[in-house]
């Protein structure tokens, strides 16, 4: 069965550093991974998508992450931290199999704050 | 272009009381999901609708059950609600390709629900 972990629940920067939000996963196909975000009192926004294509995945507002098959990990990074990036992070895995995105599997999340 | 919508934005309920949530997707999209989230959580998928009927389901009671009307939207049902049911709920809308597939996901802002 597939499954996420993310870990750390809480990641602190200032603005400027990179970010860095990590995660794994548990597959025993190949695995469809997704990373959201979500703004206080908000729904998910989706910031990117890995569906077996290119492992480099490049998203909105500057993140990207990269799929590395051998550590089983899918790791949420950007450059130069921003305030705005304040938020709680997400990353899934989708139950499906053949290339669907539904049933998505969420991670416990990670909240990123982001010092002045 | 109108994204997901839902409402209510949020509902008092007190134990044993039915609610029902709604949700409208986005133009063109014919397949909505609906996901609990819990405080503190991630997102836990719930059901599947498509062409008025529940396609896929996860590890949810009998007391919630699902609608889809002709026009893509679609309820969330619950029955005899508990304490543990206070969540945000969320409902994302995607569309079926070829072969089944459920493509990208997205999510509307959620109906944060409280049990008392």
């Known amino acids: 069965a597939q499954s996420v972990t993310q870990l750390g629940s809480h990641v602190s920067v200032s603005e400027g550093a990179l970010v860095l939000l990590r995660c794994n996963y548990s597959?025993?196909?190949?695995?469809?991974l997704f990373w959201y975000v979500q703004y206080p009192n908000q729904g998910l926004q989706l910031l990117l998508k890995y569906t077996s294509a290119a492992t480099l995945v490049k998203g909105i507002n500057g993140f990207e992450a990269e799929f590395k098959k051998s550590e089983t990990s899918f790791h949420l990074t950007k450059p130069s931290a921003h305030m705005s990036d304040a938020a709680e992070y997400f990353c899934?895995?989708?139950?499906?199999?053949?290339?669907?995105?539904?049933?998505?599997?969420f991670g416990k999340g990670t909240k990123l704050s982001v010092k002045p | 272009d109108a994204g997901v919508t839902q409402s209510p934005t949020h509902l008092i309920k007190t134990r044993g009381q039915q609610v029902t949530l709604r949700c409208s997707p986005k133009?063109?999209?014919?397949?909505v999901s609906w996901y609990q989230q819990a405080l503190g959580q991630g997102p836990q998928f719930i059901f599947q609708?498509?062409?008025?009927?529940?396609?896929q389901r996860g590890n949810f009671p009998d007391r919630f059950s699902g609608h889809q009307f002709p026009n893509y939207s679609s309820e969330l049902n619950v029955n005899a609600l508990l304490l543990g049911d206070s969540a945000l709920y969320l409902c994302a809308s995607s569309s079926l390709g070829a072969g089944g597939i459920t493509e990208t996901q997205y999510f509307g802002p959620g109906t944060r629900l409280l049990v008392l």
């Open positions: 899934a895995v989708s139950a499906d199999y053949g290339g669907s995105q539904g049933n998505l599997i």
């Open positions: 597959s025993s196909v190949p695995p469809y």
């Open positions: 609708y498509y062409e008025e009927e529940e396609r």
């Open positions: 133009s063109g999209h014919d397949t």
